[in-house]
């Protein structure tokens, strides 16, 4: 059974960094062709894909978004770490994370965890 | 990289069949068969309903079919039952591993 989960703040200040943490189970992200992405969603309005890292450690991020976005990965934690750096409020957002187990699509999804920048 | 275009919205009645369409490029949706649907409820998660353009995950009901043609990729739902309201989104591969979404699409069952 595959599960994640999404953690952090709930609310940061513009201007701060913000840390979200993915804890995953069900598949490792050792495994050749294996990703977990992030993906967030503004109150209302559709999904915006962020960032990916495979089990090789390779990384991609939306190219708006790359100069704030940093991920990385503790394989032995099963976790997937996203950094977004000077906040705003135009990030209010649900953040998901979702594993990728082979292909180019997101098998399943975390809950979602709603981040609000305000001061 | 732009968002997928889709439309806001769309509605059918329950037994009828909707396609909801989701155009982009040739550098994303017309240049490969890696076009997924997600099916969102309100307050829920997505829900990947089609891969591949075309292939349903386990559980998913043959109601919902996938295609393309060009740099627009369809997906229709068939039978159309109460349960199938939701927002929708797709999402293609735009090669070096990045995705794009589309802006969604809420599909009313009248």
């Known amino acids: 059974q595959i599960t994640l989960k999404e953690s952090g703040p709930t609310l940061v200040k513009p201007t701060q960094t913000l840390t979200l943490t993915c804890t995953f189970s069900?598949?490792?992200?050792?495994?050749?062709?294996?990703?977990v992405g992030w993906i967030r969603q503004p109150p209302g309005k559709a999904l915006e894909w962020l960032a990916l890292?495979?089990?090789?450690?390779?990384?991609r991020y939306s190219p708006s978004l790359k100069s704030r976005l940093t991920i990385t990965k503790d394989t032995s934690k099963n976790q997937v770490v996203l950094t977004m750096t000077n906040m705003d409020p135009v990030d209010t957002a649900t953040y998901y994370c979702?594993?990728?187990?082979?292909?180019?699509?997101?098998?399943?999804w975390g809950q979602g965890t709603l981040v609000t920048v305000s001061s | 990289q732009s968002a997928l275009t889709q439309p806001r919205s769309v509605s059918g009645s329950p037994g009828q069949s909707v396609t909801i369409s989701c155009t982009g490029t040739?550098?994303?949706?017309?240049?490969?068969?890696?076009v997924s649907w997600y099916q969102q409820h309100p307050g829920k998660a997505p829900k990947l309903m089609i891969y591949?353009?075309?292939k349903r995950p386990s559980g998913v009901p043959d109601r919902f079919s996938g295609s393309k043609s060009g740099n627009t990729a369809s997906l229709t739902i068939s039978g159309l039952q109460a349960e199938d309201e939701a927002d929708y989104y797709c999402?293609?591969?735009?090669?070096?591993?990045?995705?794009?979404f589309g802006g969604g699409t809420k599909l009313t069952v009248l």
């Open positions: 979702a594993p990728i187990l082979g292909g180019t699509y997101f098998d399943y």
């Open positions: 069900g598949f490792s992200l050792s495994t050749s062709g294996v990703g």
């Open positions: 890292i495979y089990w090789n450690d390779d990384k």
């Open positions: 040739s550098s994303d949706v017309g240049g490969y068969n890696y």
């Open positions: 591949d353009v075309s």
């Open positions: 999402c293609s591969y735009a090669g070096s591993y990045i995705v794009v």
